[in-house]
């Protein structure tokens, strides 16, 4: 990538996003989606009158921006997040059918690190509001499998933002990001959670640089040790599947990212109600953004 090439991504929004930062390609290699974030049984909802808080803590280290023949392509390159993200949802008493029904918001806070060509600044500020709107919860009969549809999911533009800028913790444009999430019990002992999610971005006036649509799919296979520990293995694969635009052309041969991510991931139930997650991700077959380490502790609890 060519510094006047960087430029001009700089100008759009360097890393910033919602608290999943690094994802695709996009605008500077950036998602509002927090890719890696759904590995945790997923398809649970709080149950109808019932209200839950979740804090998602991440923090993120790349030392390479790659192109698409996956090679780093920014001298001097460097990427440093530490987020955190409250998230509150609530189940109604009402029901559609056999579907539970619920809502919920997302507000993450950023510090925000980035370096590239001899460049370098930091940014301390609110991201992106993440709303759910609606969100869709079924079980079945038996109990062992759990699932949630929230074809309404969208990213606001309320972070913190100057196209002058290279760190970002805002995008400054919609993102609309239905999504679906799953989790089955195959044994008591057993836990399996997946997560499949598109991406849609409207345009960034400021830049007039409108990003491509990310497919994303994420997973988790747990066992759990006894009523207190689960251990797993959990990762997640995304990829760009239209082109990014500038100014209506095609930017950069369409500038597709693409990242996959593998890595161990630890439960403790404090009580049944309340748990905490460490997890650690490695990215690999990046294409078109960073690439590097990411490490989460989540944890959840009724109000």
């Keep these: 990538m060519s510094k006047k090439h960087f430029a001009v991504l700089a100008s759009a929004t360097l890393f910033s996003g919602v608290f999943g930062l690094q994802s695709e390609a996009t605008e500077n290699g950036v998602t509002n989606y ?29 030392e390479h921006f790659n192109n698409s023949e996956r090679n780093s392509s920014i001298p001097k ?14 189940t109604w008493n009402q029901r559609l059918g056999p579907f539970t029904l619920a809502s ?18 930091t940014k301390n500020d609110i ?9 869709f919860g079924y079980s079945n009969d038996a109990h062992n499998f759990f699932t949630f549809l929230a074809p309404f999911d969208m990213a606001l533009p309320t972070g913190a933002y100057d196209k002058n800028r290279i760190a970002n913790p805002g995008q400054n444009h919609l993102a609309f990001m239905p ?7 195959p044994t008591p002992k057993v836990e ?11 345009k960034n006036h400021d ?25 797993g293995v959990q990762g997640f694969f995304s990829k760009q599947v239209t082109d990014d635009k500038l100014d209506g052309d095609t930017y950069l041969n ?6 996959a991510a593998f890595g161990p991931q630890v439960r403790y139930n404090i009580t049944p109600a309340i748990a905490v997650v460490a997890k650690y991700q490695h990215e690999f077959a990046v294409e078109n953004r960073s690439e590097g380490d990411k490490f989460w502790v989540q944890f959840a609890f009724p109000l």
């Excluded at 997302?106 to 001899?118: L, Q, S």
């Excluded at 830049?207 to 251990?231: F, P, R």
């Excluded at 369409?254 to 990242?259: D, H, N, P, T």
């Design 254 to 259: 369409g500038f597709r990212g693409q990242v």
């Design 34 to 62: 927090p890719v890696g974030v759904n590995t945790v049984l997923n398809g649970l909802l709080p149950a109808p009158g019932e209200t839950y808080f979740y804090n998602y803590f991440q923090f993120y280290r790349a």
């Design 104 to 121: 919920g918001a997302i507000m993450p806070i950023f510090h925000t690190e980035v370096a590239a060509w001899g460049m370098k600044q």
């Design 192 to 202: 399996v959670s997946t997560a499949f999610t598109a991406e849609l971005y409207t």
């Design 207 to 231: 830049t007039n640089y409108k990003s491509g649509t990310v497919l994303s799919v994420e997973g988790m296979v747990g066992y759990s040790l006894n009523e207190k520990w689960q251990v």
């Design 127 to 135: 991201g992106d509001m993440i709303v759910h709107p609606l969100l």
């Design 77 to 90: 390159f460097h990427v440093e997040l530490v987020v955190d993200a409250p998230r509150i949802v609530h």
């Design 179 to 185: 999504n679906v999430m799953s989790t089955w019990f």
